[in-house]
């Protein structure tokens, strides 16, 4: 017999066969599908993140853990309408512009969507004007921005000039992280919020909405 605690095993081991086969059970036993998600895999999401952000578990097992929720996920998504989905609001998270590093904002995608946010992830390269266009096709709570050179953190700062001028700043709470960002640099270029890695970055985007 299939448990939820099964499932949450399953993503802190990154085990996606594992999650799969048991989510697959659960369906097929008639489990209510957002229980799945609640119980089951962001259950073990959640262990994740905490571990992680002790330092108890590193990059490469958080994104296996990351794949198999969100393959057990897909399982379950079909089954459930897409106003019953758990969504505690939207985020939009891109790389700025000239910068093609993507690991760590992905991992953050991840991490955010576990965490019960709809993430919709842009890429890498993203122009101030990309960054606009996005915000006003999916009108996100949140606007993501990372930068890993030192070079291209000062896009940020461009990206939120681009904003105001377009008047849609107030439309969207913006963080960025990355590796050379700061927290007073958040604060000089007048973005809401700053997070040193993934974990925290879901927490923050809970607090800034909640705020
Ligand atoms: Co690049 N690179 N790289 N690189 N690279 C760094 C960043 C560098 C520190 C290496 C070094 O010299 N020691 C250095 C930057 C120096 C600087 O500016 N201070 C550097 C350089 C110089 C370059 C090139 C210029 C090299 C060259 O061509 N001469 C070039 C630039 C290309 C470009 O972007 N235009 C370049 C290219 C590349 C690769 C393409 C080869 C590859 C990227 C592959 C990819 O991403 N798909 C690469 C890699 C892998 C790295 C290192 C080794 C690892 C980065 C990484 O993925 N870390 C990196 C050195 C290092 O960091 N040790 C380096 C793992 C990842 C999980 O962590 O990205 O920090 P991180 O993300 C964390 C946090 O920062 C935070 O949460 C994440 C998870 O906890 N975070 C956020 C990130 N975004 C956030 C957003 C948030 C909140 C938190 O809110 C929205």
């Known amino acids: 017999m299939t448990c939820f605690n099964t499932i949450a095993e399953g993503?802190?081991?990154?085990?996606?066969?594992?999650?799969?086969?048991?989510?697959q059970e659960?369906?097929?036993?008639?489990?209510?599908?957002?229980?799945?998600?609640?119980?089951?895999?962001?259950a073990g999401m959640n262990v994740v993140g905490a571990r992680f952000k002790k330092g108890d578990m590193f990059v490469p097992e958080v994104m296996m853990a990351a794949r198999a929720m969100n393959s057990g996920i897909s399982l379950v998504k079909p089954l459930i309408n897409d106003g019953d989905m758990p969504s505690v609001g939207k985020?939009?998270?891109?790389?700025?512009?000239?910068?093609?590093?993507?690991?760590?904002?992905?991992?953050?995608?991840?991490?955010?969507?576990?965490?019960?946010f709809n993430v919709i992830n842009i890429g890498i390269d993203i122009?101030?004007?990309?960054?606009?266009?996005?915000?006003?096709?999916?009108?996100?709570d949140i606007l993501g921005m990372s930068?890993?050179?030192?070079?291209?953190?000062?896009?940020?700062?461009?990206?939120?000039?681009?904003?105001?001028?377009?008047?849609?700043?107030?439309?969207?709470?913006?963080?960025?992280?990355?590796?050379?960002?700061?927290?007073?640099?958040?604060?000089?270029?007048?973005a809401d919020g700053y997070s040193v890695d993934a974990s925290s970055a879901a927490e923050l985007c809970k607090k800034l909405l909640c705020a």
């Open 147 to 190: 930068a890993m050179l030192t070079t291209t953190m000062m896009q940020m700062k461009q990206t939120i000039e681009y904003l105001k001028n377009e008047g849609l700043r107030d439309k969207v709470k913006i963080i960025i992280g990355g590796a050379p960002v700061t927290q007073q640099f958040a604060e000089e270029i007048g």
């Open 26 to 42: 659960l369906i097929d036993e008639g489990s209510n599908p957002l229980e799945i998600i609640n119980q089951g895999l962001m």
């Open 11 to 23: 993503v802190i081991k990154g085990n996606e066969k594992l999650v799969r086969q048991n989510v």
């Open 91 to 116: 985020v939009v998270i891109g790389t700025v512009k000239e910068d093609l590093h993507d690991i760590g904002k992905n991992l953050v995608a991840m991490m955010v969507e576990s965490a019960g």
């Open 127 to 140: 122009s101030p004007e990309k960054f606009a266009e996005a915000i006003k096709e999916h009108k996100p």
